[in-house]
């Protein structure tokens, strides 16, 4: 939106040519979410606190989470405020990408609320029913896969690259339209299973988001690109300003949200959030390395999976507790301690699928 008018500016005074660098709005933007969220988010949490729209604990969890009983959440709604506001005034609009994860995460995120608004203030336990849910983000997901699918200008946009070798890519065809379904779908219920901890979630998405910020920028650079030995995507360095707002609005909210937490991010946070990470992914076609950065989410995912099937199959379970954070919760350790070490954790792994740039 700024864009154009700057554009404008551009053409009398000079100055304004600085907005034309998408790594200054990527900055801009930054701020920007992350003003909004300081902004709004004292009156979203007494709004949150009027209303009585409270979190609910899980009978069978750690006994320390009973006082978290009537913490206002539904808090990613800030979150998604603010990254799209800083995104529509930063972002360059007439960029196909750009719709595409807007559409992505908004769309989860209504998905997200309904699902809150139904558990907590109808007080309906099951929310809008985990089949209803699951359909739902079917839906988005196949939308925003076969978007990119008919929308893509040359094979690389609809092949799977395979980091730490410089030629190996496989052409997927409509292929394309499962893997990115999997890994929006994947990534947004990793992230919501994950978000069990103050703070423990949105962290390792702020890293994760930045980390994709920078394979978006130098995929979208006609010189960085080749000499980095990574498919030249036309378009792609854009995606930098959403991550950009979407790092601001995640310390933002990490404000509110580091323990003790004031409020929670709820569905309507965590679905978007994960949402947004995989559609970024796709574009920038390094879902592998996002299965690297994002590991914290597939370890918590995980963990989920093996104690239900260890469960069914011989009646023992793997874990004192799933997701695996409650399980070092249940063995002893401080909440703080839990989520400060899967950040560093996360931050190594994003460290680690950065690398992949320069190891070819």
């Known amino acids: 939106m700024l864009l154009y008018l700057f554009d404008i500016l551009a053409r009398e005074y000079s100055a304004f040519n600085v907005f034309r660098y998408i790594t200054f709005r990527g900055i801009c933007g930054v701020l920007t979410s992350l003003s909004i969220c300081f902004v709004l988010g004292p009156v979203m949490i007494r709004k949150l606190s009027h209303h009585q729209i409270g979190q609910t604990i899980r009978q069978d969890g750690p006994p320390t989470h009973f006082e978290k009983v009537g913490t206002p959440t539904m808090g990613g709604a800030l979150i998604l405020v603010s990254v799209l506001l800083s995104t529509l005034l930063w972002a360059d609009l007439t960029n196909r990408f750009i719709w595409v994860i807007l559409f992505t995460c ?60 410089k030629d190996v890519s496989i052409y997927l065809g409509f292929g394309f339209i499962l893997l990115t379904y999997l890994v929006i779908v994947g990534s947004s219920n990793a992230v919501n299973l994950t978000d069990g901890l103050d703070g423990l979630a949105i962290m390792p998405t702020v890293l994760v988001a930045g980390g994709l910020g920078i394979f978006a920028y130098v995929t979208g650079n006609s010189v960085f690109a080749p000499y980095l030995a990574i498919p030249y995507i036309p378009g792609a360095g854009e995606v930098l300003v959403f991550c950009a707002a979407l790092v601001g609005a995640g310390l933002g909210f990490l404000w509110f949200n580091t323990y003790p937490a004031q409020v929670f991010m709820g569905d309507i946070g965590a679905l978007a959030l994960g949402a947004s990470l995989g559609v970024v992914a796709v574009v920038v076609r390094q879902e592998i390395a996002f299965f690297i950065m994002g590991g914290i ?52 792994l994003v460290l680690i699928g950065l690398a992949t740039l320069k190891i070819r």
């Open 106 to 165: 908004l769309s989860f995120g209504v998905i997200g609320w309904i699902d809150d608004y139904r558990k907590l203030v109808d007080k309906n336990p099951k929310g809008i029913g985990a089949r209803n849910k699951f359909m739902w983000q079917s839906i988005v997901g196949l939308c925003a896969a076969t978007f990119l699918y008919l929308t893509h200008q040359s094979p690389l946009e609809i092949s799977l690259i395979v980091p730490l070798f």
């Open 297 to 348: 989410f597939v370890i918590e995912t995980v963990s989920v999976i093996l104690q239900v099937v260890s469960f069914k199959l011989v009646g023992k379970r793997v874990f004192k507790m799933a997701p695996l954070h409650h399980h070092f919760e249940l063995k002893g350790w401080p909440e703080p301690r839990v989520s400060v070490r899967f950040w560093i954790m996360s931050l190594i």
